[in-house]
Nanobody
């Protein structure tokens, strides 16, 4: 089992920055492979934002490339999402997730990010 605790969301003006954190704990943390973030805006489907593998290979949605940076600290079992140049369309609930080498999938509880124009 893996538990994920997110932090760092909030309200920011357009052009501002936020950093999200996702801390993993539990009996399966040594098996964590991919860490990442999805987001879901009101009335829209959940979409992938960014992912990072255990070997620090990253991938981003086109809409956030050049503005968001995902990183991880394997010693702390924590992933980070640095979000710069935020736009009102980035407003959403951001969900951390992880996958294990055994194919298990876990979600965080979500953290609200609101960008005002």
């Amino acid at each position: 089992q893996v538990q994920l605790v997110e932090s760092g969301g909030g309200l920011v003006q357009a052009g501002g920055s936020l950093r999200l954190s996702c801390a993993a704990s539990g009996s399966s943390i040594l098996n964590i492979n991919v860490m990442g973030w999805h987001r879901q805006a009101p009335g829209k489907q959940r979409e992938l934002v960014a992912t990072i593998t255990r070997r620090n290979s990253t991938d981003y949605a086109d809409s956030v490339k050049g503005r968001f940076t995902i990183s991880r600290d394997n010693a702390k079992n924590t992933a980070y999402l640095q979000m710069n140049s935020l736009r009102p369309e980035d407003t959403a609930i951001y969900y951390c997730y992880i996958t294990t080498f055994w194919g298990q999938f876990y979600w965080g509880q979500g953290t609200q990010v609101t960008v005002s124009s």
